[in-house]
Each structure stands twice: as C-alpha cells, then as structure tokens.
C-alpha cells in the first residue's frame, strides 16, 4: 500500500459517518511535486507547507477541532513544518496528531467522533 491508498482508505472510511455526525471535513492536498513557479503561485492563494492532511472542523471532546498527518507507517519522516502546524493547531484550541498507518487514524477518529 501507499500513502495516497491509505488516505483514500481513510476517506472511505469518514464518509460512513459523515452524514450521520455532520461532518464537515477536507483533506488538504500538500503532496506533490510542483515546478518553482507553480508553487510559488500556490503559496500566494493560501497553501500552507506542513498543514495536516486532514482537517475536522467539527468539535470534539474538550477541542475545537481535529488535525490529522497520516503517514503510511512507522518509518515515514515527519517533517519540521508538519510538527510547527500540529503545535500551532494545539495552541490554537484544536487536536492534532501524526496517525502512522490506516488503523491509527481510524483510532484517533473514533475517539473524537465516535465514542
């Protein structure tokens, strides 16, 4: 499996319960190489480098909302960017965590949503 198999695993998996929970969600579509002009122009309109692959916009437990970066194992590297967002998320009154493979998101989304 990759990681862009993970995601769409994950996506299948909150739209099982997106409608009954009211979700509002989006995956934030960071990877990706692009050319030094594309990203720079990308940049302008608002991509963030390191923002969480997905975003709840839902409350939930004791937070405002949820941040996710799922990697696709264990070994995958977390960037420094992607750590400075997560801590920005918490300052900010939201949840948010690395999840390393399919059932640590699953995990992490159930405990918010589900429980």
């Known amino acids: 499996m990759t990681e862009k198999d993970i995601h769409l695993a994950f996506c299948d998996f909150i739209r099982l319960h997106e409608k009954r929970l009211d979700l509002l969600w989006l995956h934030i579509a960071n990877e990706g190489k692009r050319t030094p002009w594309s990203g720079s122009e990308l940049k302008r309109m608002g991509l963030r480098p390191g923002a969480s692959d997905f975003l709840f916009l839902n409350p939930c437990e004791d937070y405002t909302y949820l941040a996710i970066e799922l990697k696709l194992d264990k070994k995958a590297r977390c960037s420094l960017v992607q750590h400075e967002f997560l ?11 690395f999840a390393y493979g399919l059932d640590e998101a699953i995990d992490i989304f159930k405990t918010f949503y589900l429980s």
């Open 87 to 97: 801590a920005h998320v918490k300052r900010s009154g939201g949840y948010g965590s």
